[in-house]
């Protein structure tokens, strides 16, 4: 859920009547009944994140059905002549179908490309390159049978960015001497349907993985998709999003800070060699969203208590998820990743044993005079045990990453050219650039007074920082 603030402002919708509040994701304050957003402390509006899908279904819709899980209670809607055995989700048969409650009305939808057929032999070579050592049973046709096509609900957002950027650009044309400039960049660029996934049940991060979906295919929703697929009910709307919504956008708008950073003066043609970016602010304004079913294979495996998700794009087949590994498949990797603690373990497990066999022949065969050695031998055996204590925990904290590391390689979101609406122009608000002066590298003999090297960058000529 958005932070929202719990004081309101003196302002209330010109819209409905209800009290604005600001909130301090997309730095705007957001009407919570109609969805409008407006200029912080003031009523022009600069964007809407409306509400859908609140009003009971009418009598258009009785060609679908939903269907409810017991269990976990995840809703899926789908039409009247496809049934439903069990949750996509958590694989419960204790599912309920019934007449739709809440109308079902997206704005767009992106229709399956990629078949059932596709979809499992895209998911069996993935398994068996990505993790060997899988449980047997994650091929078997039971677990194949459970690969859903799901519709899954997304907020499509487009939106104004601006971002200030400042820091230091470099000007390098010596390997010894570089000039060194103050910049100060403020931008203002369009993004155009970056996607935040409205489901609650399945991982943010596992959405963005598969992504990206080309939106050239976007087409207006309509019913005639629906047969033999589900789509799954949204559990979050844009205004619980707007964190998640100013994080990925920040980010795109740093992304774009730096890269008209480097133009010295704005000028394309004259590059920075390098920028050192100290700070970035970025804020988003005329936002406005969409709502999108978009194509996916799901898959939710369970294992030994843990659940995995899976899933398939189901307009370009990029799969990304969770694998479980046996604990066989485990060690293996562990001891892959750690053979040199393994190997140092061994070492000292030998090195304290025999520091134990000294120890007992030097008590029967000296006298008391020979006490302090004693107490230097098995000083060493606390020392080695404790060296040996140390790799232990190396090796075990690996036996515990090595399952996220070898064999869950999630990835991250697409950047910004993904999302950058190519009909605008980057507008350049404002550019600065001030000289402060050079910086210079000198060569140093090294501490043996063999060779030399260059020294780090130092100022001359300027102030620095």
Same mark, same amino acid.
């Given at each position: 859920?958005?932070?929202?603030?719990?004081?309101?402002?003196?302002?209330?919708?010109?819209?409905?009547?209800?009290?604005?509040?600001?909130?301090?994701?997309?730095?705007?304050?957001?009407?919570?009944?109609?969805?409008?957003?407006?200029?912080?402390?003031?009523?022009?509006?600069?964007?809407?994140?409306?509400?859908?899908?609140?009003?009971?279904?009418?009598?258009?819709?009785?060609?679908?059905?939903?269907?409810?899980?017991?269990?976990?209670?995840?809703?899926?809607?789908?039409?009247?002549?496809?049934?439903?055995?069990?949750?996509?989700?958590?694989?419960?048969?204790?599912?309920?179908?019934?007449?739709?409650?809440?109308?079902?009305?997206?704005?767009?939808?992106?229709?399956?490309?990629?078949?059932?057929?596709?979809?499992?032999?895209?998911?069996?070579?993935?398994?068996?390159?990505?993790?060997?050592?899988?449980?047997?049973?994650?091929?078997?046709?039971?677990?194949?049978?459970?690969?859903?096509?799901?519709?899954?609900?997304?907020?499509?957002?487009?939106?104004?960015?601006?971002?200030?950027?400042v820091g230091l650009g470099y000007v390098q044309d010596d390997p010894t001497q570089r000039a060194v400039f103050n910049f100060k960049r403020k931008v203002k660029f369009k993004v155009k349907n970056v996607p935040f996934d409205g489901s609650f049940k399945i991982s943010n991060f596992l959405m963005n993985s598969i992504?990206?979906?080309?939106?050239?295919?976007?087409?207006?929703?309509?019913?005639?998709?629906?047969?033999?697929?589900?789509?799954?009910?949204?559990?979050?709307?844009?205004?619980?999003?707007?964190?998640?919504?100013?994080?990925?956008?920040?980010?795109?708008?740093?992304?774009?800070?730096? +890269?008209? !950073?480097?133009?010295? /003066?704005?000028?394309?043609? $004259? =590059?920075?060699?390098?920028?050192?970016?100290?700070?970035? #602010? *970025?804020?988003?304004?005329?936002?406005?969203?969409?709502?999108?079913?978009?194509?996916?294979?799901?898959?939710?495996?369970?294992?030994?208590?843990?659940?995995?998700?899976?899933?398939?794009?189901?307009?370009?087949?990029?799969?990304?998820?969770?694998?479980?590994?046996?604990?066989?498949?485990?060690?293996?990797?562990?001891?892959?990743?750690?053979?040199?603690?393994?190997?140092?373990?061994?070492?000292?497990?030998?090195?304290?044993?025999?520091?134990?066999?000294?120890?007992?022949?030097?008590?029967?065969?000296?006298?008391?005079?020979?006490?302090?050695?004693?107490?230097?031998?098995?000083?060493?055996?606390? +020392?080695? !045990?404790?060296?040996? /204590?140390?790799?232990?925990? $190396? =090796?075990?904290?690996?036996?515990?990453?090595?399952?996220? #590391? *070898?064999?869950?390689?999630?990835?991250?979101?697409?950047?910004?050219?993904?999302?950058?609406?190519?009909?605008?122009?980057?507008?350049?608000?404002?550019?600065?650039?001030?000289?402060?002066?050079?910086?210079?590298?000198?060569?140093?003999?090294?501490?043996?007074?063999?060779?030399?090297?260059?020294?780090?960058?130092?100022?001359?000529?300027?102030?620095?920082?």
């Open positions: 859920m958005a932070i929202w603030d719990t004081a309101t402002t003196a302002l209330n919708c010109p819209t409905c009547g209800d009290a604005l509040k600001f909130d301090s994701a997309i730095k705007a304050s957001v009407c919570r009944s109609c969805g409008n957003v407006y200029e912080a402390g003031t009523l022009n509006i600069t964007g809407k994140l409306k509400f859908v899908d609140v009003n009971e279904a009418s009598e258009e819709e009785e060609n679908k059905r939903e269907f409810v899980c017991g269990s976990c209670g995840a809703t899926v809607v789908t039409n009247e002549n496809t049934a439903l055995t069990y949750c996509a989700f958590c694989g419960s048969p204790s599912v309920v179908g019934r007449r739709l409650v809440k109308e079902f009305r997206p704005d767009n939808i992106i229709p399956f490309k990629v078949g059932k057929d596709e979809a499992v032999k895209i998911f069996k070579e993935w398994v068996k390159t990505k993790n060997k050592y899988s449980p047997k049973d994650l091929l078997s046709k039971n677990t194949i049978s459970k690969i859903t096509g799901l519709y899954v609900p997304f907020w499509l957002i487009n939106a104004d960015c601006y971002t200030n950027t992504e990206p979906f080309d939106f050239t295919e976007l087409v207006d929703y309509d019913d005639t998709y629906l047969p033999g697929y589900y789509a799954d009910r949204y559990d979050r709307n844009a205004l619980d999003l707007t964190e998640v919504i100013d994080i990925r956008i920040s980010k795109y708008a740093a992304q774009a800070g730096e +890269l008209i !950073a480097r133009t010295k /003066g704005g000028d394309k043609h $004259k =590059i920075y060699t390098d920028i050192d970016a100290d700070s970035s #602010e *970025s804020y988003i304004k005329n936002i406005s969203q969409r709502y999108a079913l978009l194509p996916l294979w799901f898959l939710n495996y369970e294992y030994k208590g843990d659940s995995y998700q899976i899933a398939i794009n189901g307009q370009t087949g990029k799969i990304s998820g969770e694998l479980p590994a046996t604990k066989t498949g485990r060690w293996i990797e562990t001891v892959k990743a750690t053979t040199p603690w393994i190997l140092a373990s061994a070492g000292l497990i030998v090195a304290m044993i025999l520091t134990l066999i000294l120890g007992m022949v030097c008590q029967r065969n000296y006298d008391a005079l020979s006490k302090l050695f004693l107490i230097v031998v098995y000083a060493g055996v606390i +020392l080695t !045990a404790s060296a040996l /204590g140390f790799c232990a925990r $190396k =090796i075990v904290k690996a036996y515990k990453d090595v399952e996220l #590391e *070898s064999f869950n390689p999630l990835n991250g979101a697409p950047d910004l050219y993904e999302y950058f609406d190519s009909t605008s122009k980057v507008e350049l608000i404002e550019s600065t650039d001030e000289h402060i002066g050079f910086q210079f590298k000198t060569l140093e003999s090294n501490e043996n007074g063999k060779g030399s090297h260059l020294s780090d960058w130092t100022w001359y000529g300027g102030k620095g920082r």
